[in-house]
């Protein structure tokens, strides 16, 4: 079992570029996380899918960030433009059961 | 509304020393608790758990927690720590019944010292 995939590991942009972070999640986890780390507001749930479908995506802080799972082994999460606040660790998960999530090893995104 | 608080946001400590990092909770409803681990540049990895029964839990690499309810805490603890657990440690509750929305608290740095 490889676990939750995340890339790329670092992502370096400039201001007002696309940026999309991938994951792939554990196979025969039937939920899948997306979540934010930074220093000031520790780790914030964004998005969370169920099958594939987005279930709850009230932690989404604005319109230009958009997350998407086209099928159970993939999951984008895409900021459009991005902006220097954005700059954080993005971290994956995924949970099969109520044992507890397995998190990627995130995406470090700084944006300049 | 959930919310969990790490008091420590750093605790040195000598190798072979024992542990224990401090986590409150307050919730309106009843909970699941958990604490993570984060090692530099990786993801959280699960320590241990708390869904139900016995109040003293036990994790993986030595560690320990007990659930408190009327002190609302799940404090952590190990008798004797390594160079290897230095790592960021986070407390986590979720509603009970609810495993798709965690709230963390705001991590304890262990520094282990030789």
């Known amino acids: 079992d490889a676990g939750v995939i995340q890339s790329p590991r670092h992502e370096v942009t400039e201001m007002g570029q696309e940026v999309t972070l991938r994951c792939k999640p554990i196979?025969?986890?039937?939920?899948l996380f997306w979540y934010r780390q930074t220093m000031m507001r520790g780790l914030e749930l964004l998005i969370y899918?169920?099958?594939?479908?987005?279930?709850?995506d009230s932690g989404m802080p604005e319109d230009r960030f958009s997350a998407k799972m086209p099928n159970a082994s993939f999951s984008t999460l895409k900021i459009q433009p991005s902006e220097p606040r954005d700059s954080a660790v993005y971290f994956c998960a995924s949970r099969a059961d109520r044992v507890g999530y397995t998190f990627g090893s995130g995406t470090r995104l700084t944006v300049v | 509304a959930q919310s969990v608080t790490q008091l420590d946001s750093q605790v040195p400590v000598f190798e072979e020393a024992p542990v224990e990092l401090r986590c409150n909770y307050s919730?309106?409803?009843?909970?699941?608790l958990f604490w993570y681990v984060q090692y530099p540049n990786q993801g959280l990895q699960l320590l241990l758990k708390?869904?139900?029964?016995?109040?003293l839990v036990k994790g993986i690499n030595g560690f320990e927690a007990e659930f408190n309810k009327s002190q609302t805490s799940f404090h952590l603890r190990k008798p004797s720590v390594h160079i290897s657990d230095t790592a960021e440690y986070f407390c986590?509750?979720?509603?009970?019944?609810?495993?798709?929305?965690?709230?963390f608290g705001s991590g304890t740095k262990l520094n282990v010292k030789p």
């Open positions: 196979s025969g986890h039937d939920y």
């Open positions: 986590a509750v979720s509603e009970r019944g609810n495993f798709n929305k965690f709230y």
């Open positions: 919730s309106s409803v009843s909970v699941y």
């Open positions: 708390y869904l139900s029964g016995s109040t």
């Open positions: 899918f169920n099958n594939n479908v987005p279930i709850d």
